[in-house]
């Protein structure tokens, strides 16, 4: 079974400035997706951003970015310029071939002024 | 309106009552799934069905049944409530027809309390 690691239960990081979240992950299959998604106080999963194993460019979508390591099956997302509302729960997901998103347990991150 | 929608959005019921949430979705996707999501646990997949007569079991799914009634909609019963079931509840949605990029899409979610 794949397994998504979270290993930051909280961060905190100031407004403006730049935070990482990391996620690990195991597995065996070679084609796969990744994903980081966005849970604010609301409760709404929201999709931050993907990425496809069997591609090495890392994806960007605006302020977010991510560094896809395949060997190291590591896939951290970097929140540039932080904004108040960026503050939520980060999931890291897994999706494999033919089957369901596996979570990792949750970033809470914290955004100061 | 909302492409993936949850009723109801917030219930508090009793152990060993029967209570069925329901997932609607207008987006036209033919994969549904039910997850939980508990504190400190992220979500853990419940079932999913990959089109109307395909459905599985998912990570955790004692205590739970399903139907998929139509491609738009797929509801989840619990036969006899208990409180450890009590849980925010998330339906999404995928296309498989988008290929590898297949994206799931959640819906708003369901608070469960159960006394």
């Known amino acids: 079974a794949q397994t998504v690691t979270q290993s930051q239960p909280e961060m905190s990081v100031q407004e403006a400035e730049t935070v990482t979240l990391s996620c690990t992950y195991d597995t065996s299959e070679s084609d796969y997706y990744l994903f980081w998604y966005k849970q604010p106080p609301s409760r709404q999963m929201i999709l931050v951003i993907r990425q496809e194993a069997y591609k090495q460019q890392n994806a960007t979508e605006n302020r977010f970015s991510v560094n896809f390591q395949k060997a190291a099956k590591s896939f951290s997302l970097k929140i540039s310029d932080s904004q108040l509302g960026d503050a939520a729960m980060y999931f890291c997901?897994?999706?494999?071939?033919?089957?369901?998103?596996?979570f990792g347990k949750g970033t809470s991150l914290l955004v100061t002024p | 309106d909302a492409d993936v929608t949850q009723t109801p959005r917030n219930r508090i019921t009793k152990t060993g009552k029967r209570i069925m949430l329901e997932c609607s979705q207008t987006?036209?996707?033919?994969?549904m799934y039910w997850y939980r999501q508990d504190p400190g646990l992220g979500l853990r997949l419940i079932y999913y069905s990959f089109d109307v007569k395909d459905i599985n079991k998912g990570e955790i799914s004692d205590g739970y049944s399903v139907s998929r009634q139509a491609q738009a909609k797929f509801s989840l019963s619990l036969e006899s409530a208990i409180p450890n079931q009590t849980a925010l509840y998330f339906c999404?949605?995928?296309?498989?027809?988008?290929?590898?990029?297949?994206?799931?899409?959640f819906g708003p979610g369901t608070r469960l309390l159960v006394l």
């Open positions: 997901a897994y999706l494999g071939p033919g089957y369901a998103l596996n």
């Open positions: 987006k036209g996707h033919d994969r």
């Open positions: 999404a949605t995928s296309d498989s027809k988008q290929g590898p990029t297949e994206t799931q899409y």
